[in-house]
């Protein structure tokens, strides 16, 4: 099982939906995670992070499950500039043999029209 | 704020050359990476310091070299290019220990390498 596992998408959803990125990871000891936002062409930057009740920016929630080593992005409402690809970062924790404190999924993309 | 500025952009190398990207932060951050980034691939680490003057081995540190002479800059090193070697290339940097705290990295535009 790879380290973080995520759908790559992409995910084509119209103005004003809802829709839902899922993530997995492998660690059962990470103790952090987070998702990134890529714009196509452009660096990563941090979206939030996720907390184990859940949490919730605007009209984007993050939700983690431990038992199932599950982490998902909800987006609603959404808007042409949520085009982009999520990124789901996990903790390595304790670093690894590699000393890699986070590990980055392959991301998923969206791609929302008008 | 200028954050996290790497230099060249772009850059077309023939296999078997050298070359030098340079990250520059002014965020007076301690930690600093190199990561790349391949199509279909996550963003792999390749070398990574947590001080001036120190640096560490990443995921995949083979046919790169690093210096961070100052507190500011991270040099990452191709001493002969391979065509395996092409893909963008980020540095972020941050204050503490990645995945500590608020795991925020910040990271530059990237440099775009290509090795024919």
């Known amino acids: 099982r790879k380290e973080v596992e995520q759908d790559p998408g992409p995910f084509n959803v119209p103005e004003g939906a809802t829709v839902a990125f899922n993530c997995t990871y492998s660690n059962s000891a990470s103790q952090s995670f987070f998702w990134y936002r890529q714009d196509c062409r452009k660096e990563p930057k941090l979206l939030m992070s996720?907390?184990?009740s859940g949490n919730e920016d605007g009209r984007f929630t993050a939700q983690l499950n431990r038992a199932s080593q599950y982490i998902s992005l909800l987006i609603r409402d959404s808007k042409l500039s949520d085009s982009a690809t999520y990124l789901c970062v996990v903790t390595a924790t304790p670093t690894n043999q590699a000393g890699t404190a986070l590990i980055f999924g392959k991301g998923t993309t969206l791609s929302v029209s008008s | 704020n200028a954050g996290v500025t790497q230099t060249p952009k772009f850059r077309v190398l023939k296999t078997g050359q050298s070359m030098t990207l340079l990250c520059a932060q002014d965020?007076?951050?301690?930690?600093m990476y190199w990561y790349r980034q391949d199509p279909g691939m996550g963003l792999r680490l390749i070398h990574y310091s947590v001080g001036e003057g120190t640096t560490a081995k990443g995921e995949v540190p083979d046919g790169y070299n690093v210096s961070r002479l100052k507190k500011q800059n991270f040099l990452l090193g191709l001493e002969s290019a391979a065509p395996s070697q092409t893909s963008v290339y980020f540095c972020?940097?941050?204050?503490?220990?990645?995945?500590?705290?608020?795991?925020?990295?910040?990271f530059g535009e990237g440099s775009r390498l290509t090795v024919l």
């Open positions: 996720v907390y184990s």
């Open positions: 972020a940097s941050s204050p503490g220990l990645a995945g500590v705290g608020t795991g925020e990295l910040f």
């Open positions: 965020m007076n951050h301690e930690y």
